[in-house]
């Protein structure tokens, strides 16, 4: 610094070549130097070094052409060694010097806010902890997840108000969920009672309480958002916000939050579609193979909340993460994942907001310098998306093939019967996976006049969803007449035996029923499978159990099970995998497997390849890439035919952590067979025999 400069004598400047910021270190002032900003730095130092820049561009004001488009979320006071230069920030809380802390920096300050609570609340309220049939309550690094009983929601209003009062421009809770395998917690009998006059069922008693369930938890975490957003439905000066995981992911996990029955209160203004690399990472099935595909279920993921919000005037913002939750990972599997999430935001410019990250202190010193440069310039790139001309189609609008996907998704996932969710990958990723920018539409926005004008085809399927009423079918139905073209894939599952389904009420067995009739095809046109298991449960023997406290396979080795008198019936035998301790995970692991008969090799494979597909009848579990695990709920199933009688016949698996391996004499089914045509050779090497699960529905025509 020259000696003539305002800074005075023996003064030190240091600006840091990595953050960019600035300290200054040994000033002394002949005089009380004036700060109107409060950033502690006087005026006429700022002045003398921005001399000739651009203006700052803070601050925003929302309600200004100048609006926010870029968000972090922190729960801490400004820490400039962390400030990412976005324009706005959600405060985790209603301290008043620390969103005074980061309006004076220039940060339009939002208040977000989540329904969680740790364990003294816990104690003090052990009836509004959500419970799973065990009496387990559910909790995440402990803190515990909650029935919105109206005591906590007033708790959660006070926090918001408060926030407010402390010079906050808005609300946003986020993640209203309730786990559909909870409900046994006496907050949820009591609601049960005053919602259907009944006593309380146990969810998983029979598919009408399951349903019931899910309709009680949904209509709860509805009045849970609108209660909080309510007092501030005429103040202009409130931005009301609501942050939730994507339609896909929450039917993913099995948790309860109607995003449909939320987005489209009138109460909220924007939603922060909360799509990162731990949900993208999401195992799910193609070809046979259930695996990690971040970027295909993160597009389906961001373009489900995308047609979720089209057209509503409400904004969206996407969020991205370069750094999960999970400590466990490696710095290229964080990298990596991140990348494939952040292009998939931008295959939808309608969407130019984005909360880049939340809780930047769990990032920065937890990553290598390169990649945090790496975040920076995406930071910077999200900043100005706004800005950016789209060339080309647009992934969100130009889209001409849709799957369809609803709030009801929820309700299926859970005992006594978990409709299988492949169905709607098995739909969409056979698009996308060949470049085909399928989307994900919502089902429960069908009726809106228009709203599936964007579309030349739509597939749809009842196997994992229901429709929300009749209007949607005749919607459907109006659409197809005026050129559209409908696929109904699937057949029945046990969801359509629901009482108070609007189906049932009309007296019509499903409601695809209802769809023919609508579009006019007549009785008999199309016949149904429907989906069952081969082997009734009862009837399985259990062959081996594991530990169910191994969670790092230290058990793992080769275990051979005897499968000879399972045999002698039918020829045909059934084995399944399962967890021993589904309260925790870490149930059955198994890298491949061999079936002798006597002493002569039968079968031979390694999971999740080709031949392993021909034998596998049943599958609700993931594959890590490695080996095939089924965790909680999950298991699989092995089926053997065409068995000899009188030969040993024995089963070896490469097996470990808390597995349970039962066995039963199983029906042969080979209708469920598709054998490649000879016309295409790529097919034919790939599927030469493609078995496929008699628990799979399938629908003639």
């Not at 010079?167 to 046994?184: K, L, M, N, T, V």
């Not at 994942?337 to 309608?350: G, K, N, Q, R």
């Not at 029906?667 to 054998?675: M, V, Y």
């Not at 030469?688 to 629908?699: E, Q, S």
């Amino acid at each position: 610094v020259p000696d003539a400069s305002p800074f005075g004598e023996r003064n030190t400047v240091l600006i840091s070549a990595k953050t960019g910021l600035l300290a200054v270190r040994q000033v002394r002032f002949l005089e009380q130097q004036a700060d109107a900003n409060g950033d502690g730095l006087p005026d006429h130092i700022a002045n003398w070094m921005t001399a000739g820049l651009p203006g700052s561009p803070r601050p925003y004001v929302y309600q200004t052409p100048a609006r926010p488009y870029t968000t972090t979320q922190s729960g801490d006071a400004l820490n400039p060694t962390f400030d990412l230069q976005t324009d706005a920030v959600f405060v985790y809380g209603s301290n008043a010097e620390t969103i005074a802390g980061w309006k004076a920096r220039g940060y339009g300050v939002w208040t977000m806010g989540g329904s969680r609570e740790g364990k003294e609340y816990a104690a003090l309220h052990p009836d509004a902890v959500q419970r799973d049939s065990t009496n387990a309550p559910l909790t995440i690094e402990g803190s515990h997840y909650l029935n919105p009983t109206a005591e906590h929601t007033a708790i959660e209003a006070e926090r918001y108000a408060q926030a407010i009062a402390n010079d906050s421009a808005g609300i946003c809770p986020e993640e209203p969920e309730y786990f559909a395998r909870a409900g046994y917690e006496e907050a949820f009998k009591r609601q049960w009672q005053q919602k259907f006059g009944t006593p309380w069922q146990a969810p998983n008693s029979g598919i009408d309480a399951r349903w019931q369930a899910g309709q009680l938890m949904g209509d709860l975490e509805t009045t849970h958002i609108t209660s909080l957003l309510q007092p501030y439905a005429t103040r202009p000066d409130v931005r009301r916000m609501v942050a939730l995981h994507s339609p896909l992911n929450y039917a993913q996990w099995g948790i309860v939050a109607p995003q449909y029955r939320i987005t489209s209160s009138p109460l909220v203004q924007d939603v922060i579609g909360q799509v990162w690399t731990g949900t993208a990472r999401t195992p799910v099935r193609y070809a046979g193979l259930r695996g990690d595909r971040a970027f295909s279920v993160a597009f389906l993921e961001y373009s489900s909340l995308s047609q979720l919000m089209r057209g509503t005037g409400k904004r969206l913002w996407f969020l991205t993460d370069p750094l999960e939750d999970d400590p466990t990972r490696s710095q290229t599997d964080y990298k990596t994942h991140y990348e494939e999430t952040l292009i998939a935001s931008l295959f939808f410019p309608d969407v130019d907001s984005y909360e880049v990250m939340p809780w930047p202190t769990r990032v920065y010193g937890h990553i290598p310098p390169e990649y945090a440069t790496q975040i920076n310039t995406a930071i910077a790139a999200l900043q100005d998306m706004h800005s950016q001309p789209v060339r080309g189609g647009n992934a969100a609008t130009d889209a001409n093939i849709g799957v369809f996907c609803s709030d009801s998704m929820q309700i299926q996932r859970e005992a006594p019967s978990i409709s299988d969710f492949d169905g709607f990958y098995g739909l969409a990723l056979s698009l996308l996976q060949r470049g085909v920018p399928v989307q994900a539409v919502s089902l429960d926005r069908a009726a809106e006049p228009g709203y599936l004008k964007l579309f030349k085809t739509l597939l749809l399927s009842y196997d994992y969803q229901k429709p929300p009423d009749a209007r949607t079918q005749a919607a459907l139905a109006d659409w197809v007449r005026k050129g559209g073209s409908l696929i109904f894939v699937g057949g029945s599952d046990p969801y359509n035996s629901v009482k108070t389904g609007w189906w049932r009420l009309a007296n019509l067995a499903s409601p695809q029923e209802d769809l023919w009739s609508q579009l006019g095809i007549p009785a008999g046109r199309a016949t149904e499978k429907v989906a069952t298991q081969t082997v009734d449960s009862a009837l399985y023997k259990t062959l081996l159990e594991g530990d169910g406290s191994e969670h790092t396979l230290k058990n793992r080795r080769a275990y051979t099970m005897d499968l000879t008198p399972f045999a002698q019936q039918t020829g045909s035998v059934a084995v399944r995998f399962s967890d021993k301790t589904p309260q925790d995970g870490w149930g059955a692991w198994v890298a491949s497997a061999e079936l002798r008969v006597g002493a002569q090799l039968a079968a031979s494979f390694t999971t999740g390849s080709d031949i392993e597909s021909r034998f596998l009848l049943y599958d609700n579990s993931s594959f890590s890439g490695g080996a095939r695990y089924a965790d909680r709920n999950g298991s699989w199933t092995y089926q053997f035919d065409n068995l000899p009688r009188g030969v040993p016949i024995t089963l070896t698996a490469d097996m470990g952590n808390g597995f349970v391996v039962a066995a039963a004499s199983a029906k042969p089914e080979f209708g469920h067979t598709l054998l490649s045509t000879g016309r295409v050779k790529a097919f034919d090497l790939a599927v030469p025999r493609l078995r496929i699960g008699v628990a799979y529905p399938a629908t003639i025509y």
